[in-house]
């Protein structure tokens, strides 16, 4: 058995931080928690901050690789890559695309998930799929491709589900399409988490899926309907909605930092989930790639449409950033950022039994962060397999 407990200032624990201290981890399982010096070995990281490996619930590419290549090697390499964004677990996320292609990239995420784990690789462990797509609406279309649009369709998604090996975890619909809040429902009873997006949706229309069985707003505030005072919107409903998780996109492109600061006073931080939405030219250098079927150019930090709208074209953000960016903003304490991008997300998609949490049974998925919030070490498995 192989034993040894990771010292350190700060420990990002379930309930609250406590620390300086000692976790224990066994055959790359955590352990407990004491602040007693424990008989094994000690991996000292005195300074320093001990908290769960990141979770990007909403992520389509990075290394200049996309889940709609549908290419299981290209997949393996976005998981080994996210590594060094302190992401340890994530959802592959597609773009809209033809019913045959989306299936196609769930059946490279499937083949990729069997060969990461039969080839024992170092690699942030994929937790499920996102469908970002095909059921949205023009006005938001966004970067997503209205070509591809379809209401909501139980049988087109069995059919994805089959070709997944059952690893969808997560499907985005607009609120306004026929028959969506009986999706939702249908979905809910199948433990299949539903996020509302890319959408015109009324205020009411977007409660009704929410009553249906909708837990997740897709990145809050951009592809939505706004917040008007006698319209609130898919916003409003964001940001209102008892129980429901928001994603934001925290580059300091999608959302000015004080609309941050508004959705998190609305949703509270334990129901903000910090996400990427990285396509794939996170990574890499500025340049021209694609999105789906779309040109992008990537400069100044953005990633945008080539077309006469320039519109936001995903981002290409690490997700680690995000955490720093909302706390040097000041919208939320270091704890709060770094929960909001592990356990917040594990919960938003059902897979709080698995990640997102220093909890003793988990897998040893941790993060050696800086006071100052700057990643220092990500360890899978209880192994480094990272290092700034």
Not at 98 to 110: I, K, L
Not at 123 to 131: K, T
Request: net charge negative; charged share 20%; aromatic share 8%.
């Amino acid at each position: 058995m192989s034993t040894f407990a990771v010292k350190a200032d700060k420990f990002f624990l379930p309930g609250a931080t406590s620390g300086p201290g000692y976790l224990l981890v066994e055959d790359g399982i955590f352990g407990h928690f004491t602040k007693e010096k424990p008989e094994c070995e000690i991996i000292d990281r005195t300074g320093s901050w001990v908290a769960p490996g990141l979770v990007d619930t909403h992520i389509h590419g990075f290394l200049d690789h996309d889940i709609m290549d549908c290419d299981p090697d290209g997949v393996i390499e976005i998981a080994q890559g996210l590594l060094s964004n302190g992401v340890t677990s994530w959802l592959p996320t597609t773009l809209t695309a033809s019913v045959e292609q989306t299936g196609d990239a769930c059946e490279s995420v499937a083949d990729a998930a069997e060969g990461i784990a039969a080839n024992g690789i170092d690699a942030a462990r994929i937790q499920g799929i996102f469908l970002e797509g095909p059921f949205f609406t023009e006005k938001h279309k966004g970067a997503q491709n209205p070509a591809y649009f379809l209401d909501p369709d139980v049988d087109v998604f069995d059919e994805w589900q089959e070709r997944a090996d059952g690893w969808i975890a997560k499907i985005a619909i607009a609120p306004e399409r026929d028959g969506a809040p009986e999706f939702c429902a249908e979905m809910a009873d199948r433990g299949v988490h539903v996020a509302l997006g890319h959408s015109d949706a009324t205020f009411e229309e977007a409660l009704a899926c929410v009553n249906a069985g909708a837990d997740i707003f897709v990145h809050t505030y951009n592809g939505m309907s706004g917040l008007h005072h006698r319209e609130p919107g898919m916003v409003g409903a964001a940001m209102t909605t008892h129980g429901t998780y928001a994603e934001a996109i925290c580059d300091g492109h999608h959302l000015n930092p004080i609309a941050v600061r508004a959705l998190v006073n609305a949703k509270g931080a334990d129901h903000t989930v910090l996400i990427t939405d990285c396509m794939r030219a996170g990574g890499m250098p500025n340049g021209q790639y694609n999105l789906g079927d779309f040109p992008v150019v990537v400069e100044g930090g953005t990633a945008r449409l080539m077309d006469d709208s320039h519109s936001l074209a995903g981002s290409i953000l690490r997700l680690f950033e995000g955490v720093k960016n909302v706390y040097d903003w000041g919208v939320v304490s270091a704890e709060e950022a770094v929960r909001m991008a592990s356990e917040n997300p594990a919960r938003s998609c059902g897979i709080d039994d698995v990640c997102g949490f220093i909890r003793p049974g988990y897998d040893a998925d941790f993060i050696v962060i800086t006071k100052n919030l700057q990643l220092e070490e990500t360890f899978l498995g209880g192994k480094s397999v990272y290092k700034a």
